[in-house]
T-cell receptor, first 112, second 114 residues
């Protein structure tokens, strides 16, 4: 079956630090990969996605590259801000399942 | 454009009570789904629907019922609430549920079962 393994949190960084949140996956077929972000008290919002190998998704300074050879989709940002404090979820959809399989989430706190 | 809306925002039930969580979307999406979010476990799929009149079970369907009489609405029914159903519930929709689609999430319903 499909599964997503995410870097365990919580992660605490100072403002302007470099961020990496690791994500690896197991899937049948050729999955699409997603990063969702959940701000306190809110629902999930799509941050970025990649639908085929070597695609790079990017949004709001965040980037992630779909690496088929290492089955990874690590999230990076060069300089985090306090407003980036949130929970980040890696997820995939594969084949005919039509359901998102989520990682357990990584809590990020950015300190001023 | 309201997107995906959910009501209520918060709910407290006693064990054995029943209730319906409402979900509606105004994007004419065919695919709708319900997830529950528990600490340290990400989101898990409860039920989903690929169109009006069609529903199917997800990963954790026990204790929940769904129906899809219109494209817009996808209510989730708890038949006899149990403390294990204390969770945050999210409804989501996408154009077709295909692998390349983006799924849009509602703001969630926080349910506590005493």
């Amino acid at each position: 079956g499909n599964s997503v393994t995410q870097m365990e949190g919580p992660v605490t960084l100072s403002e302007e630090a470099f961020l990496t949140i690791n994500c690896t996956y197991t899937a049948t077929g050729y999955p699409s990969l997603f990063w969702y972000v959940q701000y306190p008290g809110e629902g999930l919002q799509l941050l970025l996605k990649a639908t085929k190998a070597d695609d790079k998704g990017s949004n709001k300074g965040f980037e992630a590259t779909y690496r088929k050879e290492t089955t990874s989709f690590h999230l990076e940002k060069g300089s985090v801000q306090v407003s980036d404090s949130a929970v980040y979820f890696c997820a995939l959809i594969s084949g005919s399942a039509r359901q998102l399989t989520f990682g357990s989430g990584t809590q990020l706190t950015v300190l001023p | 454009n309201a997107g995906v809306t959910q009501t209520p925002k918060f709910q407290v039930l006693k064990t054995g009570q029943s209730m319906t969580l409402q979900c509606a979307q105004d994007m004419n999406h065919e695919y709708m789904s319900w997830y529950r979010q528990d600490p340290g476990m990400g989101l898990r799929l409860i039920h989903y629907s690929v169109g009006a009149g069609i529903t199917d079970q997800g990963e954790v369907p026990n204790g929940y019922n769904v129906s899809r009489s219109t494209t817009e609405d996808f209510p989730l029914r708890l038949l006899s609430a149990a403390p294990s159903q204390t969770s945050v519930y999210f409804c989501a929709s996408s154009p077709s549920g295909l692998t390349t689609d983006t799924q849009y999430f509602g703001p969630g319903t926080r349910l506590t079962v005493l």
